[in-house]
C-alpha cells in the first residue's frame, strides 16, 4: 500500500559527500528512519526523524550525516558528508512507531534502496 522510493546513491571517492532522497506516495504522519546494510552485515539504523523535525543519530554518523523531512513534498533526505569507506551499503527509508533512535521501530515494507558506494 505504502511505497518508498529511495534515490541518489552512487559512487563517491573517501571525504565526498550524497545526499539521498525517499519519496513517499502517501503522506507519512509518524516517525521516519534512514537503515543501511553493507556488505555482510545486518540492516541497521542511521538515524530517525519525527513528523515535527526531532531527530536522532547511530554514533558511527553522528556529525557527518543530516536526517530532514518535507512533509509537504512526502520526501525525506540523507545528507552525507566526510564519508568513509565503511559507509558503503545499500541505503533504506521506512517508517514505523517509537520517539526516537532507541524505541523506532520500522513497520513500512522495504524497497530496494539505493547504493552507496566510496572508494578511491
Known amino acids: 500500500q505504502v511505497r518508498l522510493v529511495e534515490s541518489g546513491g552512487g559512487l563517491v571517492q573517501p571525504g565526498g559527500s550524497l545526499r539521498l532522497s525517499c519519496a513517499a506516495s502517501?503522506?507519512?504522519?509518524?516517525?521516519m528512519g534512514w537503515h543501511r546494510q553493507g556488505p555482510g552485515k545486518q540492516r541497521e539504523l542511521v538515524a530517525t526523524?519525527?513528523?515535527?523535525?526531532?531527530?536522532t543519530y547511530a554514533d558511527s554518523v553522528q556529525g557527518r550525516f543530516t536526517i530532514s523531512r518535507d512533509n509537504g513534498k512526502k520526501t525525506m533526505y540523507l545528507q552525507m558528508n566526510s564519508l568513509r569507506p565503511e559507509d558503503t551499503a545499500v541505503y533504506y527509508c521506512?517508517?514505523?512507531?517509537?520517539?526516537?533512535?532507541?524505541?523506532?521501530?520500522?513497520?513500512?515494507?522495504w524497497g530496494q534502496g539505493t547504493q552507496v558506494t566510496v572508494s578511491s
Open positions: 521506512n517508517y514505523g512507531r517509537g520517539v526516537g533512535y532507541s524505541d523506532y521501530l520500522p513497520v513500512g515494507s
Open positions: 526523524i519525527t513528523s515535527g523535525g526531532s531527530t
Open positions: 502517501v503522506s507519512i504522519f509518524s516517525i
